[in-house]
Each structure stands twice: as C-alpha cells, then as structure tokens.
Nanobody, 113 residues
Framework: QVQLVESGGGLVQAGGSLRFSCAASRSIWSINPMGWYRQAPGKQRELVAT??????NYADSVKGRFTISRDNAKNTVYLQMNSLKPEDTAVYYC????????WGQGTQVTVSS
C-alpha cells in the first residue's frame, strides 16, 4: 500500500505561480511513474504531467508553463505551475504506479482572471 499526501494549491490570480508537492508513504523507485492529473468541474480527469526516471511528459496545454520533478530520496514528486490561466482551475491529483495505481487526495487550484 502507498499513501500519497499532497500539499500546495490554493487561489491565485492569472499569471501567478503555485507549487505542489506529493509525498509517498514508502520508497518509490525512480522507474515507477509518478504524475499529476486534474479534473475540472463537469470534465473528465486529464493528464497534466508524468515523470519516469529522467523522462517527463506534459499535456500540450501546460507545456512551457508547468514543470514536474521528483526527489527520489524523499519519495516526493513536485509540480511547479507558472503563468497560470483561469482554465487551469481544477482539482489536481498526484499518482504513482507501484504494482498498481495510487492516487492522492486531490487539491483545489482556482485561478482568477
């Protein structure tokens, strides 16, 4: 079992920045994919970014604005979000694949125009 605890998020004006962190309750190998997803009201959950080893993948809508990183020693994945837009408003979830997929509790991000 893996518990994921998210922190960060909140309310920010358009153009601002936020940083998320997500800590796993046990050691996670760097080869285990970790990622961030988001779900806006009335929409399906969508991928934001993933990181596996040294490889990253981003949704087109966040490329150049968001950066995913991880600290394997701390079993933590981060999401730095810059140049935020109102359309980034959503609940953000971290996840990890460790024999199966585990999800964080979700954190609300609201970007005001």
């Amino acid at each position: 079992q893996v518990q994921l605890v998210e922190s960060g998020g909140g309310l920010v004006q358009a153009g601002g920045s936020l940083r998320f962190s997500c800590a796993a309750s046990r050691s996670i190998w760097s080869i285990n994919p970790m990622g961030w997803y988001r779900q806006a009201p009335g929409k399906q959950r969508e991928l934001v970014a993933t990181i596996t080893g040294g490889s990253t993948n981003y949704a087109d809508s966040v490329k150049g604005r968001f950066t995913i990183s991880r600290d394997n020693a701390k079993n933590t994945v981060y999401l730095q979000m810059n140049s935020l837009k109102p359309e980034d408003t959503a609940v953000y979830y971290c996840n990890v694949f460790y024999f199966k997929v585990y999800w964080g509790q979700g954190t609300q991000v609201t970007v005001s125009s």
